[in-house]
């Protein structure tokens, strides 16, 4: 499809051009049942079989423990920022420790300071959020018996990203935001207590949210809490208790089919995905003074390549110019400002080249 652009947005994001093709036959008609998948129950036999694929391909990619639980809510990762704080902190007596390294995580300590006590252990804020915690630093700041201890995997807007599962003392459960960097390569599932990720970054359309639970944690949930909100409803009824958003559960699917078979895992996946983010380091390296990276270089994001200009001008310049070209949705959020390239999963590996080789121009014709 030659109309097609580069689509660098953080979210939504782009999705695979066989998954928006096999979409779209499904949303003219379902082969052999003669109806849509947007008018389909989601009782019927056909979406059993999509939700239990969507969920068999994610125990498959990411090789989930058989004592963990996988289920699919609503309400985006927001809406996890309380749910979890709900089911795990409400009326434990207990505090909870957030590691704060952007502006996700300190979103996620609003919502749960309404459940209980908090404890920002480690954060970054006075230094716009530039980094995440060694481990030694994180050891440090944790206490051994809090609640749980919960991180953001990748800050979407600041484009930092632990760079693998930080260690954290024996019996702590690690809570964790992974909207935006869920599948884009091997985790260790048993590391964690619980994981949770909009679909709408990485792995599909808005309107799921997946959260990945260890069983054992499910008997600690207080009772009385509001049906929707309590992760039991979703363990003990398939996710079926209500109805589901069917499409997105769809193209979720379709996403972790298409992770499987046309890419191979995610160990490839990883592999694609580092490929591309240093062909936009070695660009903002390379023309250091005049590109400056926002993250610390041991702290940057695969996924949300974050970077300011000399001055705002030239960065308007820079997203008008590469619009032009096709590379769109560059600009960098309200909140940091700059520039700021998504390049999930979908991306594929020619459009970072394409936008590496255009920073190189723009700094040769304006440094
Ligand atoms: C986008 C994002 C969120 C918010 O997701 P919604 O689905 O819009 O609620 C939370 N955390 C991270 C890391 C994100 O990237």
Redesign the pocket.
């Known amino acids: 499809m030659s109309d097609r652009v580069f689509n660098f947005s953080a979210?939504p994001a782009v999705i695979p051009q066989p998954v928006l093709e096999a979409a779209q036959r499904h949303v003219l008609r379902i082969e052999g049942l003669g109806m849509s998948a947007l008018e389909i129950s989601h009782r019927s036999e056909w979406f059993s079989d999509v939700i239990q694929e969507a969920e068999a391909n994610l125990r498959l990619l990411l090789a989930i423990p058989p004592n963990y639980r996988v289920v699919f809510c609503q309400g985006?990762?927001?809406l996890q920022f309380s749910m979890v704080a709900m089911n795990f902190l409400r009326g434990t007596g207990k505090a909870a420790d957030y590691v704060v390294t952007g502006s996700?995580g300190s979103k996620a300590v609003k919502e749960a300071e309404k459940e209980g006590e908090v404890r920002v252990a480690w954060t970054d804020t006075s230094n716009g959020f530039r980094r995440v915690p060694s481990d030694l630093e994180l050891s440090e700041a944790l206490t051994a018996n809090g609640a749980f201890v919960h991180i953001?995997a990748?800050?979407?807007i600041q484009g930092v990203e632990f760079p693998g599962t930080p260690a954290v003392p024996e019996g702590v459960n690690l809570f964790c935001?992974m909207?935006?960097d869920f599948l884009s390569g091997p985790i260790e599932v048993a590391r964690y207590g619980l994981i949770y990720a909009?679909a709408?970054?990485n792995a599909g359309p808005?309107g799921v949210?997946i959260a990945i639970i260890r069983e054992d944690l499910l008997e600690r949930i207080p009772g009385g809490l509001p049906i929707m909100l309590d992760y039991r409803t979703f363990t003990e009824h398939g996710s079926l208790y209500n109805t589901p958003p069917v499409f997105s559960i769809l193209v979720l699917m379709l996403v972790t089919r298409w992770l499987r078979d046309d890419v191979g895992g995610l160990d490839k996946q990883l592999d694609h995905n580092r490929a591309k983010a240093s062909a936009l380091y070695g660009a903002i390296d390379a023309g250091k003074g005049f590109y400056r990276g926002h993250a610390d270089p041991q702290s940057r994001s695969l996924m949300n390549v974050t970077w300011t200009l000399p001055t705002p001008e030239l960065e308007k310049r820079f997203v008008a110019e590469a619009a032009a070209e096709g590379m769109i949705e560059l600009k960098g959020h309200r909140s940091v400002g700059g520039i700021r390239a998504s390049i999930y999963n979908a991306m594929p590996l020619e459009g970072a080249e394409m936008l590496a080789r255009f920073m190189e121009a723009f700094r040769a014709a304006n440094a």
């Open positions: 979210g985006g990762a927001t996700w953001t990748n800050e979407t935001d909207s935006s909009g709408q970054k808005a949210t």
